[in-house]
Structures are given as C-alpha cells and as structure tokens.
DNA sequence: GCTACTCGGACAAGATGTGTCCGAGTCAAG
DNA sequence: CTTGACTCGGACACATCTTGTCCGAGTAGC
C-alpha cells in the first residue's frame, strides 16, 4: 500500500496558489519545488480535470484554484490525484470455492469488506475535514516569517534568478 | 493508492483457522478459497513472520493461530501482508527548491505531512479497533447456517473430493 | 531409516506508477 | 492583422512494485 508521491506535490502546489494573485505556470511551480516540470505537469492536470483548478492558456497563463480555498478539502486533492477508488476491493471470495456461499446470501458486503470500507470511511473523514485553507493557515502560523509573501515575491520575478 | 489484495486473503485464512481444531495447510487453505497456492504461501509466511500465526511441519502440519482470536486485530494482519509504513512519505520538499526552508525551521512535520498522517492515524485506529474475533462473530452471524461447522467438516475430510 | 508431507526463501512475469516528450491551442505584443 | 512565444493537454517509454511461480531444506510419522 503506497501513496501516490504525486499528492504532496499537489497539496504544496494548491497552498501556493493560495497566495498567488494570479495564473501560475506548471514550470514554475515545479521550479519553485525542485521536481520534474514533465511529471508535475501530469498531476496539475489531473487536479484541472476534477475541476479543482483551472487553466488559462496562453501568455501570462498558468493555474489557479476554482474555488476559496475553504471550499477545497484535502480529500478531493487526494482523490483527485490519486484515484477515487478505495484502496481495498472485495474480490468475493467467499462465493468462490468448494463451500462457496450462494449469491442470494451475499446481498450485504461480507464482515471483511464491511470493516475495511469503515477503516476507509475514517481515512476519508479525516481528508474531509481538513481544507487548503487550513493547510495555508498552519502553514503560515508554523514558520516566524511571512512565506507567503517570499513566494508572492518570487513568483513576481519573472526571469529565472535563483 | 492501492492495497496488495493478499489481505483479503489472508484475513479469509485468519477467520477460517478461527474455527480450525488443528493445524491447516497453505495448500488446503487455497483450495478452499479457490486462489493460488503459491501466492498464498507467500501471504502466510508474512504472518508467520510477524509471529501471528504459527507453523507446524511434517505431515499433518500446517498453520494455526498463536493467540486467542480477540487478541489479534485486523491491523496486525495489514501490517504484516502489505508492510507497516504509513501511505504518505513526506519528502519534505520544502527544504527544496529557491526558497528552502532552512533545516532548523523544520523540526516538526510540516502541516500536510500533519494532515496525512492524522488521516492514517484515524485507519489505523479503526482498522485495531477490529478483532478477527469480531470477524468471525460477525461472519457466523450473518448467515443462517453455521459456516464454521462446515468449514470444519470439510477441513476433516481429508482427500480433496469437491 | 525412509517416505511423504510441510514450510521457507529465491526466481520470473505482469501491472502500475513514474518520468518524458512533442503537438494543438491561445493570448499578448508588434 | 500577423507574428510569435508561451501555455496546457494527451500520447509515448522506463522503473518499480505487486503478483505469481518454482524448487530446496526441514520435520513428523511409518
């Protein structure tokens, strides 16, 4: 069972564009994070697909987030990202093998399958309950600076001095 | 993000030993689930390993339980089919990149790794919360029959008639 | 002592995630 | 209006991991 690496590129991309005033390229944001431009690319995409954030083509284009940042929940990055599908699947065993259970008597999910969809539900509850705007918040309230507004500076500069 | 589909398996295989008088082979735990020997092999050495089952050798050997089905929790069986590291590995990406937070700076977990690990932190809990004692009870009573003293008869029948 | 049965770890194949590339479309500037 | 350069978007290889399989070491019973 493993993550994505992706998702944490895409949670740190959406709290930058929260202090983003406006369209962030992908080659920027990749730049900004010392990661493949080529592979970020791919999961700004799939975030632009669930329609967490948009593009704007062009000049001057980039990425910025649809919504408030409130209204974002850690769980459709995930999700978003990673795949909806719940990481465990019930293959029915037990309608399967020389005392296989009849499918009449299988009309509710079995006692495995029902325990690890509530362990998944609690996962998903815990995304849920955290927004972008939360990340952003503890963000800011973690470090004595102003990150944001370093980023906001560096973004501005538009030549690439490192 | 997707768990290894052993631990169905070897869940199965932790519920049926519940109602096993003695030792069961791998083999005979396959054919009953109809999945492939050798794959489940594999599955059940990792509980062996991670000292949650117990095995016999010899003839008439096999697997059997280590302790008292209430004192095994579904995690255990997680942790010991599909590894014990969490999901989300941190990178910590932000000492990377023009504006790396110097190190000093990042003595906690920054608030995404926070957020991710609470999330696992909540499966976790619900996932140990859950006993393969609980399995089995829920399992016995979702059905009318008894599983379990079929399960047993056609452990006792030797020969693998279908 | 022998046989037959068991587990245990070492060895390939397929699937998935990772990483990269180039083309279509678009906005801004001249 | 033309030109240009910059943007995203999806299609193309590579690496890693999970899946699946095999044979050898060890052990209990006959």
């Keep these: 069972m493993k993550m994505s690496g992706g998702v944490e590129w895409a949670l740190h991309c959406c709290v930058v564009l929260t202090a983003a005033p406006g369209p962030v390229p992908a080659a920027r944001l990749a730049e900004l994070h010392d990661v493949s431009a080529s592979y970020l690319a791919k999961q700004l995409q799939g975030l632009s697909r669930a329609g967490l954030i948009q593009s704007v083509q062009g000049q001057a284009g980039g990425y910025l987030l649809t919504r408030p940042p409130d209204e974002i929940t850690v769980l459709d990055v995930v999700e978003a990202v990673d795949g909806p599908r719940p990481a465990f699947v019930c293959t029915e065993i037990r309608q399967r093998g020389p005392l296989a259970a009849p499918a009449e008597a299988c009309l509710v999910p079995c006692a495995i399958s029902r325990a690890m969809h509530a362990a998944d539900a609690a996962w998903r509850a815990a995304l849920r309950a955290v927004t972008i ?27 690439g001095e490192t």
């Design 133 to 159: 705007a939360d990340l952003a918040h503890d963000v800011r309230a973690d470090y004595e600076v102003d990150v944001f507004a370093g980023i906001r500076g560096w973004l501005a500069a538009a030549n």
